[in-house]
């Protein structure tokens, strides 16, 4: 282990079971804390994760979550508590990406879903979060995962785009009820990530390519770079930092009217 920053402290990172929660995870590991990983349909991607994090000389546990249904929430903080202990860190990273339907067709069931899982969800863990760590006297951290697209919105992304939205709104007013509870809340807002949203890039170099040439460092993130901003976030380094947004984008957002 590099360091112990972290020692005695339980994060709980949701949709750890690739990508930027992957990373998250084995990035929090690697600096001493105990991570609880969740999953939705990889249960297999979440056992690897927590190899990575005990590797890594943390303890890990996995639990299988579906963050849209608050009772699921509940249960996952339950047991958290009753087997592990009380986390210290919240990273709520798990999300579904956009399905690229124009609001015309949207049905009710998909706009549901990805509003459900995207904002719900984070606010479920959010406030079982707080209930749980308030009051024990412990600093506690909450890390939002939303987007650049909460500031720039593409057609076809309206669900997704307001999700994210909207959970820099819950973001921005946690900050305001937690200044003074020794909790501090913040968002990353990734740009353009390598992971499994963007297999295709990921798979695919001529296609990649072709999508960063919108990012002026004309390269898209790994999933690493997402996690060390989260490492940070919730060190004693980042204490006065409370309420606010870091994007981590190459200088996408800068590009946009660019040229106009």
Not at 203 to 214: L, M, N
Not at 223 to 239: D, G, N, Q
Request: charged share 20%.
């Amino acid at each position: 282990m590099n360091d112990s920053q972290f020692d005695g402290e339980l994060a709980v990172v949701t949709g750890a079971d690739s990508g930027i929660g992957r990373a998250t995870a084995i990035a929090f590991a690697r600096e001493g804390a105990n991570v609880v990983v969740t999953w939705l349909h990889d249960r297999e991607g979440a056992e690897a994760t927590a190899a990575e994090v005990e590797k890594a000389g943390a303890r890990a546990a996995v639990f299988q979550l579906d963050q849209s249904d608050p009772g699921k929430v509940r249960q996952l903080f339950h047991d958290v508590r009753t087997t592990i202990g009380v986390p210290t860190i919240l990273v709520n990273n798990a999300a579904m990406d956009t399905t690229g339907t124009p609001v015309r067709d949207i049905s009710d069931e998909d706009w549901d879903k990805a509003i459900r899982t995207n904002l719900h969800g984070p606010f479920y863990c959010c406030r079982e979060f707080i209930r749980m760590i308030e009051g024990t006297g412990r600093h506690g951290t909450i890390i939002n995962v939303t987007s650049v697209h909460q500031e720039i919105p593409r057609a076809g992304g309206a669900a997704y785009d307001a999700s994210k939205g909207g959970l820099r709104n819950l973001t921005t007013t946690l900050a305001l009820e937690l200044a003074e509870k020794n909790i501090n809340v913040n968002n990353i807002a990734p740009g353009m990530v390598l992971t499994p949203m963007n297999q295709q890039a990921v798979d695919d170099a001529e296609q990649r390519d072709r999508q960063v040439q919108s990012i002026p460092m004309k390269r898209a993130a790994q999933p690493e770079e997402i996690a060390h901003v989260a490492v940070f976030l919730a060190s004693e380094k980042a204490r006065y930092i409370h309420g606010t947004t870091i994007v981590v984008d190459g200088a996408l957002m800068l590009f946009q009217g660019q040229g106009a």
